[in-house]
């Protein structure tokens, strides 16, 4: 970490929401009084090896996104950058917009974020140049076809659910953004096309990314626990 000069926090909120329904940026949602967005903005904002944060949103949301932040009292710069159509391109765009040695991204929808992952994410950030915070299967997952027929199945204790913060060398990420052409899901996926090694590092179920409106409440339990 000696020789780390700078840490970019990047905070997407651009997506569409659309299993979330209600014709509303689920980012925007009040839980507790606070919009969900700034669940993870907060955490990030105390964290002690961020030194800037960037918001990925849509153009058309600017407006809403310097609402919130205004209302809040944060100690750090804060960069606003406007998302593309999809995951890589929304990220892409905020890599562009940072010099930092170390990016760390993570979904906006995932208020439940702790300082402990943050660090972890950073601090695993040296020879291993990806690594992402993740849980155990707790079910038997199934490999189909494109007809739904199983074609295999996989090490349930080798078998992990994918979550954020996930935290790169921001270079070698970018590279992989400017060869990779097709879309991805996560941006571990950009490292091991290109043959570099990812480390997941066990997080818990409560990092909850909302999807559905349902997971509104899951949350709302879990910040009452």
Same mark, same amino acid.
């Given at each position: 970490m000696k020789d780390i000069k700078k840490v970019t926090a990047i905070i997407l909120a651009s997506g569409n929401s659309t299993r979330f329904g209600k014709n509303r940026n689920k980012n925007f949602e009040i839980i507790d009084g606070k919009s969900v967005l700034v669940y993870s903005l907060n955490e990030f904002d105390k964290n002690k090896?961020? #030194?800037?944060?960037?918001?990925? !949103?849509k153009q058309s949301e600017i407006k809403e996104v310097k609402n919130i932040i205004g209302n809040e009292k944060l100690s750090k710069h804060i960069n606003i950058v406007v998302g593309g159509n999809s995951r890589k391109e929304s990220v892409y765009n905020c890599l562009k917009n940072t010099n930092s040695d170390i990016v760390v991204i993570? #979904?906006?929808?995932?208020?439940?974020?702790?300082?402990?992952? @943050?660090?972890? !994410?950073?601090?695993?950030?040296?020879?291993?140049k990806g690594v992402t915070i993740g849980v155990?299967?707790? #079910?038997? @997952?199934?490999i189909t076809d494109e007809n739904n027929i199983v074609i295999g199945t996989t090490n349930r204790s080798n078998t992990w659910i994918i979550q954020t913060p996930q935290a790169f060398d921001r270079k070698i990420l970018l590279q992989a953004h400017e060869k990779y052409k097709g879309d991805v899901t996560d941006d571990c996926m950009l490292l091991e096309e290109y043959g570099h090694k990812v480390k997941i590092l066990e997080g818990d179920y409560t990092n909850v990314k909302?999807?559905?409106?349902? #997971? =509104?409440?899951?949350?709302?339990?879990? =910040?009452?626990?």
């Open positions: 090896y961020i #030194d800037n944060i960037v918001i990925a !949103c993570h #979904d906006g929808a995932r208020p439940l974020i702790k300082q402990e992952y @943050i660090n972890k !994410c950073v601090e695993n950030i040296s020879e291993i155990k299967s707790k #079910d038997t @997952i199934k909302i999807t559905t409106y349902e #997971d =509104l409440e899951i949350i709302r339990e879990y =910040l009452k626990k």
